[in-house]
């Protein structure tokens, strides 16, 4: 069974940073892949990065390509998410996902399971 917790949320200042992690169990790394999303209050869930665990090749939307890094540690079993120059408007609930294929879209409804999505607070 698939199981996916997010953690390392919480609130930080303007031009802050945070990582997230995913810890992830259930997966295959042959062909498994681990996306971050995220929805923001009153917007579409968006998403933002994704990895494929078994090379480490990822994708990366407009939004999350200047600040954002995704990497993976197999070993442990987590998927991180690296959030820099935090800014306000990236206040939302952040969600991991997992898709049975290879990283190659950021398209959610591939993504078959979802974890329970962590708070970030974005203010001054």
């Known amino acids: 069974q698939v199981q996916l917790v997010e953690s390392g949320g919480g609130s930080v200042q303007p031009g802050g940073s945070l990582r997230l992690s995913c810890a992830y169990s259930?997966?295959?790394?042959?062909?498994?892949?681990i996306g971050w999303f995220r929805q923001a209050p009153g917007k579409e869930r968006e998403g933002l990065k994704c990895?494929?665990?078994?090379?480490?090749?990822?994708l990366t939307s407009d939004t999350a390509k200047d600040r954002f890094i995704i990497t993976r540690d197999n070993a442990r079993q987590k998927v991180y998410l690296q959030m820099n120059a935090l800014k306000t408007e990236d206040k939302a609930t952040y969600y991991c996902?997992?898709?049975?294929?290879?990283?190659?879209?950021?398209?959610?409804?591939?993504?078959?399971?979802w974890g329970q999505g962590i708070q970030v607070t974005v203010s001054s």
């Open positions: 990895i494929t665990l078994k090379d480490g090749y990822s």
């Open positions: 996902a997992a898709d049975t294929e290879e990283c190659w879209t950021l398209y959610q409804v591939v993504y078959d399971y």
């Open positions: 259930g997966v295959s790394l042959d062909s498994y892949a």
